[in-house]
């Protein structure tokens, strides 16, 4: 591509996340260690303006969608949740997003002008949840700032078109991020200007409700980043051609409203990095207009500005939606993946000596993947940053902070980087939850400690993967006398092959924990596991159980498809716990384009050497997968030069060959495309085209055929106890009543466990 303009520290960072897991002590950092405690710069104070924050830890702003009353004033739900990260040490908690912009951003009103976003624009509707919220927080010593921003604008939903005849709206017309044939309309300047007093008065509000800062989302391509990035604030007239002049106006109302002590944080990304991250492919149609983002430069000068106006601290990232791995790293990227973008932050405010209005340094905050003491400590002491953000970390353990500072660092709860609970929750409409922590944003019905059972009861537990451990260990705890069998002899279930990939580095820190909980049970309930035990109906019957709960998992699904026989076949999960079978085979066609599927391939192209190619029967890879976990995944994999074949059926098999009836028609979506969405089943696009069906037969050259096709429910040993009626109560968990995800699993097992 001619004329593409490129930063080369930019196009470092970007491509450093593709095969950082070759450096062994890049892995190393994201064990859960506990090697530099005393965490002495993690626990130290920090003064931001006026206000002390009591350690360096800030509980980054994860949306709070679905934790209002649909006049957006915060519910209960919304409360208990924050109360409970500040029960557990955090310095500093940031809310969600509070939009400021409701009747101007049509695409944060439902139906009827339902909200689904907490509010603070209507004082006395929603005033009193706002200041309760506060004390609740204020009560352990934590600090909560709320994060305010003009609105979504091209990455709003654009079903406000079709519920009120509105068109989402932008700062110039652009695309629509989740259907890029929608146009987002320009916003006038009244408008704008309109939001920037919207903004002071939420402010306003928020000193009033005894709130300890206000925090602007400007970053990741939302409203706010839409007017101050030339990549999407395309205006040639006007006052707000001057791409920072709406960011700076927004600050210095705020300011002027709050007074001069009252902190604002401000949330930026230095750089977009979609010129990094796709090169030749922005001439795309949804990606053409956004070439001339911000230079590194361009964003350090326009934080210099905002410093000016009157903002005190930063935190800085890189990415947006149109890369949205990057700005919402999943498990895949490498631990501290931004420390070094926040290092170049402080570096320029130490060499311009530029200062806060209050004369003081900016303290600038890291993010990206630093729920590890030992990291985060050691970036702290180096100088990288001033303060940690914790997001996902502090959802699946509220008490990382006081573990970390007790040196209980085996005892946290380790992320998973699914992003099933969290990330994907949002964007399906959901409020926040955690795979691994069932009590995450249900801190409003489940007591922090289970309740002892009313009667103890004798509990057998079949298999020890992610559901079966957390029912076991939990209704040991509560008095129950459990017993954890498990045909293998490692812990963990689907999680063994799943943690192989060294991008699934996190899933061996899960299982740790998963181990040592057994063993704290086993040490402290009584709860006895038998390793290597297959457990059966009859025998389970003879020992003459109370209750019964079958977690055996899933069974393999299989391809019944001639020539099968011929061909060399393997399962993916067997593939992954034993590589030997790979043998000297060259080329591996993977059948299955789901989480498993491309991540094996992945595997096996970056880490065996392998040419793979995938195949897949629907039109999109890593269908109902989180956006930036399947966009990591599916770009590498086309860096890689994996191939991925969608709307292509398998039909048979052959020795050295997988025969495949493949839909070449021009209608077939590009399985590489990572920079919009897959639409939920129940949205429909009006406007995409219609699959047209234009099928050609291949034979794809296979020395090894890897079969990812997903399984079905394990149910045989649960039914058959129900016909024996192996004891009183039986009850089936996890993929062997419905083949899903951790979280679903395990949140499952958690209720079930309360309930024995």
């Known amino acids: 591509m001619a004329n593409l303009q490129t930063d080369s520290r930019v196009k470092q960072w970007v491509d450093s996340y593709a095969r950082w897991f070759d450096d062994d002590g890049a892995l190393e950092k994201g064990k859960m260690t506990g090697n530099l405690y005393p965490y002495t710069a993690m626990f130290s104070p920090i003064q931001i303006n006026r206000t002390t924050v009591k350690n360096r830890l800030v509980m980054a702003p994860m949306g709070n969608i679905c934790m209002c009353e649909e006049t957006g004033r915060p519910n209960d739900k919304m409360i208990q949740y924050f109360i409970e990260r500040a029960k557990g040490g955090v310095g500093l908690i940031t809310s969600g997003l509070i939009p400021v912009s409701f009747g101007i951003d049509n695409s944060i009103i439902e139906l009827d ?37 003009p609105g979504l604008g091209r990455v709003g939903n654009p079903q406000c078109l079709v519920n009120s005849l509105k068109f989402p709206v932008s700062a110039s017309m652009n695309p629509n991020f989740y259907m890029a044939q929608v146009p987002c309309m320009p916003l006038s300047g009244h408008k704008l200007k309109k939001i920037i007093k919207n903004a002071g008065q939420a402010a306003a509000d928020a000193h009033a409700a005894n709130i300890d800062g206000v925090y602007l989302h400007g970053h990741e391509g939302y409203l706010l980043e839409q007017m101050t990035n030339p990549a999407f604030n395309r205006r040639k007239l006007g006052h707000f051609a001057d791409w920072q002049a709406f960011g700076v106006d927004m600050v210095k109302e705020i300011r002027r409203r709050v007074g001069e002590h009252f902190p604002i944080m401000y949330r930026i990304d230095l750089s977009l990095a979609l010129n990094e991250t796709y090169g030749d492919r922005m001439d795309n149609k949804s990606l053409r207009k956004f070439k001339n983002g911000r230079t590194v430069e361009m964003t350090l000068d326009y934080m210099r500005a905002l410093v000016k106006a009157g903002v005190d601290m930063f935190d800085v990232d890189l990415g947006c939606y149109d890369n949205w791995w990057l700005p919402h790293p999943p498990g895949s990227m490498p631990p501290g993946c931004f420390l070094d973008v926040a290092k170049t932050v402080k570096d320029y405010f130490r060499k311009n000596n530029i200062k806060s209005n209050a004369g003081m340094e900016i303290p600038v905050v890291a993010v990206g993947k630093l729920g590890y003491p030992d990291l985060a400590e050691s970036a702290l002491r180096a100088g990288q940053c001033d303060m940690v953000m914790l997001g996902r970390p502090l959802l699946a353990d509220p008490q990382w902070p006081n573990k970390a500072y007790a040196g209980k660092v085996a005892d946290i709860l380790p992320c998973i980087g699914c992003q099933e609970g969290c990330l994907n ?44 451990v957390m029912l076991a260990v939990t209704a040991a705890e509560r008095g129950h006398a ?72 899933s069974a393999e699904s299989r391809l019944p498809l001639p020539g099968a026989e011929t061909a060399n076949i393997v399962q993916a999960t067997e593939l992954l716990v034993k590589p030997e079978l790979l043998g000297d085979a060259k080329n591996v066609v993977v059948v299955g384009a789901g989480v498993v599927g491309c991540e094996t391939a992945h595997w096996l192209k970056y880490e065996q050497g392998r040419e793979a190619t995938v195949v897949e029967m629907t039109p999109f890879i890593m269908n109902k997968v989180c956006t930036a976990n399947r966009g990591y995944l599916i770009h590498h994999l086309y860096t890689a030069g994996v191939k991925l074949l969608n709307c292509t059926r398998v039909t048979g098999f052959e020795k050295g060959g997988v025969k495949v009836m493949r839909n070449v028609s021009p209608t077939v979506p590009d399985p590489y495309v990572t920079w919009h969405p897959i639409l939920p089943e129940n949205v429909e696009n009006p406007l995409a085209p219609k699959l047209k069906v234009e099928e050609r037969e291949e034979t794809l050259p296979a020395d090894l055929v890897v079969i990812a096709a997903g399984g079905r429910p394990d149910e045989a040993m649960y039914f058959e106890a129900q016909r024996l009626h192996a004891a009183d109560e039986i009850y089936n968990i996890g993929d062997s009543f419905h083949v899903g995800k951790v979280h679903e699993a395990v949140r499952s097992a958690y209720a079930l466990a309360l309930s024995l």
């Open 113 to 149: 002008k339902l909200s689904y976003f907490p509010r603070i624009d209507r004082s006395r509707t929603v005033f009193a949840a706002w200041r309760d919220l506060a004390a609740g927080v204020h009560s352990y010593g934590a600090k909560f700032f709320i994060q305010l921003t």
């Open 425 to 468: 929750e949002f964007v399906e409409g959901g409020h926040p939850q955690c795979a691994v922590n069932p009590r995450t944003a249900f801190e409003d019905v489940y007591p922090a400690v289970p309740p002892k059972a009313e009667k103890s009861k004798k509990v057998a537990v079949v298999g020890a993967g992610p559901a079966g």
């Open 482 to 553: 459990v017993t954890l069998f498990e045909k293998n002899g490692e812990i963990g279930g689907r999680l063994i092959p799943g943690g192989v990939p060294k991008i699934k580095y996190e899933i061996q820190n899960y299982r740790r924990w998963l181990e040592a909980q057994v063993d704290r049970a086993a040490r402290d309930y009584g709860l006895v596991f038998r390793p290597h035990t297959a457990a059966d109906a009859e025998a389970l019957k003879a020992e003459g159980y109370d209750a019964i709960v079958f977690a055996i998992g």
